[in-house]
């Protein structure tokens, strides 16, 4: 069964800093990884997706990779603003296409003005 | 172009009640999903369709969960009886092919 864990659980840093997330899975047999934020009360806004052939993406201020043989993935957060505030899930694809994902739990990210 | 829409937002009900939450996909988009998501938890999916069909309910608790998709566009999810562990958020995703789209989800409490 996929597992998938988030380091850390939550993250207080001062505005401006550059920040990394940490996300890993069990079975590096995966078809894509999605990256996720959740603002309070809010569903989830996707931020990048990674299919398995690629090694990163990157949309303005973030930046994934994606290490499969490690089953491991980062989230790169360049020059943070307290908007950038809320709670990153980072989800696998079960198997190909458009399979349900799994997730992890979470990281609570306060961005300190 | 608009997004997942679901409603209601929140649903208060006591237990043994009935409880159906609506989902409309963005245009265009054959693969639907309902998660369900528990405080300080990562959604967990409950059931995927391909335009009508299910093609996963293997996490759908049968007894008491159902859903369908009517004409491959909206989807409707119930629970009956509801008990107190089914408070949550349900949330339902719609995806065009790989990327996943979420609406703002269901805040559902069982009293």
């Known amino acids: 069964k996929q597992e998938v864990t988030q380091i850390p659980a939550a993250l207080s840093v001062p505005e401006g800093e550059n920040l990394v997330l940490n996300c890993s899975f069990t079975d590096s047999a995966i078809y894509n990884l999605q990256w996720f934020r959740q603002d309070p009360g809010k569903g989830l806004t996707s931020l990048l997706l990674i299919q398995s052939s690629q090694r990163e993406q990157t949309s303005g201020r973030l930046n994934a990779s994606l290490d499969k043989s490690s089953g491991r993935s980062t989230l790169y957060i360049a020059a943070s603003q307290p908007g950038d505030s809320a709670t990153y899930l980072c989800?696998?694809?079960?198997?190909?296409?458009?399979?349900?994902?799994?997730f992890g739990k979470g990281t609570h990210l306060i961005i300190q003005p | 172009e608009a997004g997942v829409v679901q409603s209601p937002r929140y649903k208060i009900i006591e237990k043994k009640q009935p409880v159906a939450f609506w989902c409309n996909p963005i245009?265009?988009?054959?693969?639907l999903y309902w998660y369900r998501q528990n405080l300080g938890q990562g959604p967990e999916l409950l059931i995927r369709?391909?335009?009508?069909?299910?093609?996963?309910d293997s996490q759908l608790p049968k007894d008491r969960f159902s859903a369908e998709r009517l004409k491959g566009v909206d989807s409707t999810l119930k629970i009956q009886p509801a008990e107190l562990g089914d408070s949550a958020v349900y949330l339902c995703a719609s995806s065009p092919l790989h990327e996943q789209f979420f609406g703002p989800g269901t805040r559902l409490t069982v009293l």
């Open positions: 245009s265009g988009h054959n693969t």
């Open positions: 989800a696998v694809s079960r198997g190909g296409g458009a399979d349900g994902l799994t």
């Open positions: 369709y391909e335009n009508e069909e299910a093609v996963d």
